[in-house]
């Protein structure tokens, strides 16, 4: 079992994917930029973004359907979707449900095991800091530059939401439960603040690993005695 989301998850993944072990990813649902953070915004779906890399990352299909599904078209109003996008939001439209959409999708990959979206419901990522500001999205924290000056009084999802049943059930199966690596605030603890995960992760009888990242990021690797989450 892995917790995470971004490049972060695919690279574990694909990594992982080579041994004879039974694998459930759990994803954020937080991502807001680029061509994921437009879909949401003009047809109003959950985000396909760091999904349709653990997709990708677990697939055992083609060299060529692993390509296209991260083929970003490059000219157009299409300019800047990547295809694996556009076909996870096509199927949550069919289907009516993102949860669902992503299993029709791991059937066309032949994913070796599954991917889980941390909750069924659209959120949005928040963090107040000291300085009163509140930054919104995980796009607007990411590009922040005075994290690390203000300080962080706090850091929640809006609205609060319940973590997708299928990812407590998996938790208290499991036998290890990976989590990371990737941006900590970005992918990481998103999956952590939704409700129930948390307490399914003490509960669980699974080896937990922290898998930390190789380097540090800006307004990420700081300390400060008044930071809270």
């Known amino acids: ?3 995470g989301g971004g490049t972060g998850s695919f690279t ?6 080579k041994y004879p072990v039974d694998i459930s990813a ?3 649902m937080a991502d807001d930029g680029g061509s994921t953070g437009v879909l949401r915004d003009e047809l109003g779906v959950l985000p396909p973004g760091d999904v349709r ?14 390509r296209l599904m991260n083929y970003r078209f490059a000219a157009g109003k299409l300019k800047g979707h990547s295809f694996g996008n556009l076909l996870l939001s096509g199927m949550e439209k069919i289907t009516g449900s993102f949860s669902e959409g992503v299993e029709e999708v791991s059937r066309i990959l032949n994913v070796r095991g599954e991917v889980i979206p941390v909750t069924k419901d659209n ?5 107040e800091l000291n300085s009163g500001k ?8 990411w590009k922040s530059d005075i994290i690390e000056k203000n300080g962080i009084k706090k850091f929640y ?15 208290k199966e ?3 439960v990976v989590i990371g690596p990737g941006s900590h605030y970005g992918s990481v603890l998103p999956n952590l603040l939704v409700e129930g995960i948390s307490s399914a992760i003490v509960k669980s009888k699974a080896i937990v690993i922290y898998n930390c990242n190789l380097v540090n990021k800006k307004n990420e690797c700081f300390h400060r005695k008044d930071t809270r989450f």
């Open 1 to 3: 079992m892995t917790i």
């Open 12 to 17: 574990l993944l694909r990594g992982l994917k």
């Open 26 to 28: 759990i994803v954020s």
């Open 53 to 66: 890399q653990c997709l990708v990352a677990l697939s055992d299909s083609s060299d060529v359907l692993r």
């Open 123 to 127: 959120i949005s990522l928040c963090m």
């Open 134 to 141: 509140i930054l919104n999205g995980q796009s607007e924290i």
């Open 157 to 171: 999802l809006k609205p609060t939401v319940k973590a997708n049943p299928r990812a407590i059930s998996r938790l």
């Open 174 to 176: 499991a036998d290890v």
